[in-house]
């Protein structure tokens, strides 16, 4: 139970992007498609999991002082290993994405994770929290990726959802991204007070 | 001490880890990362001299000689860049033998504006360059095209049709410098 | 003229917050006081001069020599962490003044993602010695540019009545929307 909770939360109660206000840089550069944002989010999943995965079978070993360093050089090899993969299988995504797949070292999501979570708790459990972080993350830039995209062509994913669409330039500009954001953001909001005053109204 | 010695050895220890681990994937990567270059390279050379078989390097990421079938030259292509209204503009042109006419461009990279400068990167702007006559050099209107190298600007991105025309002339100008026309 | 041009377009017309979204959490954060916005961009601004020229000397006379680019991340990373140690270090023992004015932001700013995304642009971008400077500074005093019009704005903002679900994040954003496309008046100033 307790750790289908900590698969769990990173979806909806602490989702990182739109509850925690993490990793902006990428949710807001790539997200101009729905493509870029899955691409981003996948390539955010693995550095997160494997770096995950590591710190918490490595926590026994690593001294207190030195913990930060180590979990920067764990995560920034595995930012390397994945900037590699993509440059050598997926040149277009890798294009698209440019200096925003090395910037995955510094976000602060899976720093925060490995701080917070994987260097205090079981294998198991850091694994599910990293993977729900992750999905977490995804939704969130397939979110915002798909309304962009919507409101900028009139299609998601490349396919066509309102033919004719007389495109909104400013979705794709850097403006478009923090508008979008800040109103999702807002949203979110709304429903979760929504709930927590339906949740009072039934303990009254 | 005890610690002190700890935490050195922790650290030099993930650090070889590390290095050995990027070691390998540098190894399994950097040939299929050249690879994509060299097509990346090929594909835009294609473009804009059509009619090419091979192409020889004069200056590495700069300058390209064309040959067609059986040998014949058939023009060089060359890379340029410089700024545009938002950011860097990087272009890849062919032009022909006599340097006289252009072939065709293409924009590499470029962070224009979307739906005005960025049309820089579309046919219709991209077009007017197949065929344009470069002598004495190319200049572009806001009105009806009226010279043979001449070009019309994007409505409202003068500045970005501008920038594309400048890098151009420009490096048309070093290319007849470095082949001695 | 070269310099001045990506002087310019480091701190206006690609302005690393509001164009490259580089730096947004301190810009979220730090964003509700003009007095804070202030000392954040400062410390910013010297760790992304500093951080620039660091960076620079160990890929030109370190990586690339030995050919270990794939350290690249690894490296700049953990550069970036000594250095604002250092500089932290540095100026609790020599000025307490600027330490208290300076410190409190300093330990934020190993995870500003606007100095790792800095150095990479550097490296992408085969920027000279000079000119990676040049380019650090602009961007540092870009960052500050921005932090303080938002600061200012905010702080007019506490007397404004804004929607609940949208106080905080949800209306910084939307106002660093605004002065996105206002910056965007900046474009063509580097015009060739």
């Known amino acids: ?204 | ?181 | 003229m070269n310099l001045l041009l990506i002087f310019i377009a480091a701190a206006v017309t690609n302005n690393f917050v509001l164009t490259y979204f580089l730096g947004i959490c301190p810009f979220i954060g730090v964003s509700n006081k003009l007095e804070s916005a202030f000392g954040m961009g400062m410390a910013t601004t010297f760790v992304m001069t500093l951080a620039a020229t660091a960076t620079w000397l160990i890929n030109h006379y370190l990586l690339m020599p030995l050919r270990i680019e794939f350290l690249e991340y690894v490296t700049f990373i953990l550069t970036i962490a000594s250095l604002v140690q250092l500089v932290e270090m540095f100026i609790r023992k020599t000025s307490p003044e600027l330490y208290r004015a300076l410190g409190i932001y300093l330990p934020l700013i190993t995870t500003n993602c606007a100095i790792l995304g800095l150095t990479l642009f550097i490296a992408l971008r085969d920027y000279e010695f000079l000119e990676a400077i040049i380019f650090g500074f602009g961007a540092g005093v870009g960052f500050t540019l921005a932090l303080i019009i938002m600061a200012g704005i905010r702080e007019e903002l506490e007397f404004a009545d804004v929607p609940k679900p949208f106080e905080g994040t949800g209306i910084t954003l939307i106002i660093a929307g605004l002065l996105a496309l206002a910056f965007m008046g900046f474009g063509g100033l580097i015009a060739s």
């Open chain 1, 1 to 204: 139970m307790s750790i289908f909770k900590d698969f769990a939360k990173g979806l909806w109660k602490e989702n990182p992007v739109f509850v925690m206000i993490l990793g902006m840089c990428p949710t807001l550069a790539v997200t101009t498609n729905a493509i870029n944002g899955f691409s981003m989010a996948s390539a955010t999943m693995f550095v997160l999991v494997s770096s995950s995965l590591v710190v918490s079978v490595l926590k026994r070993l690593i001294p207190n002082q030195v913990r930060i360093a180590v979990y920067t050089v764990i995560i920034a090899t595995f930012v390397t290993v994945a900037d590699y993969f993509l440059k050598a299988k997926f040149p277009p995504i890798s294009k698209a994405l440019g200096p925003y797949v090395p910037l995955i070292v510094v976000n602060c999501i899976i720093l925060g994770r490995a701080e917070a979570f994987a260097s205090k708790n079981s294998v198991i459990r850091s694994l599910a929290d990293a993977v729900g972080m992750g999905l977490g993350f995804m939704l969130a830039l397939v979110i915002l990726g798909s309304v962009r995209e919507l409101f900028a062509s009139g299609a998601v994913f490349g396919r066509t959802i309102i033919p004719h669409w007389h495109s909104w330039v400013v979705m794709i500009l850097p403006a478009g991204a923090f508008i979008s954001l800040g109103i999702l953001v807002g949203i979110f909001n709304l429903i979760r007070l929504k709930a927590k005053n339906e949740k009072r109204k039934v303990k009254n």
């Open chain 2, 1 to 181: 001490m005890k610690n002190a010695i700890r935490m050195i050895l922790v650290l030099v220890v993930v650090g070889l880890i590390s290095g050995g681990a990027l070691v390998s994937v540098y190894n399994y990567a950097s040939p299929l990362i050249e690879k994509n270059k060299e097509k990346e390279l090929k594909d835009a050379l294609n473009k804009v001299l059509p009619e090419v078989v091979d192409y020889k390097e004069i200056e590495a990421n700069r300058l390209y000689e064309g040959r067609g079938k059986r040998n014949r030259l058939v023009g060089y292509a060359f890379i340029a860049e410089g700024n545009g209204y938002q950011g860097k503009i990087k272009i890849i042109a062919g032009i022909d033998p006599g340097l006289k006419e252009l072939k065709g461009i293409e924009v590499l990279e470029s962070s224009e504006t979307p739906g005005l400068g960025a049309e820089i990167t579309k046919e219709p702007f991209k077009s007017q360059f197949r065929g344009l006559s470069v002598v004495p050099d190319v200049t572009f209107t806001k009105g009806a095209v009226s010279e043979k190298n001449e070009i019309q600007a994007i409505t409202g991105a003068t500045i970005s049709t501008r920038s594309v025309v400048k890098i151009l002339n420009k490096e048309i100008a070093r290319i007849r410098e470095v082949l001695g026309r």
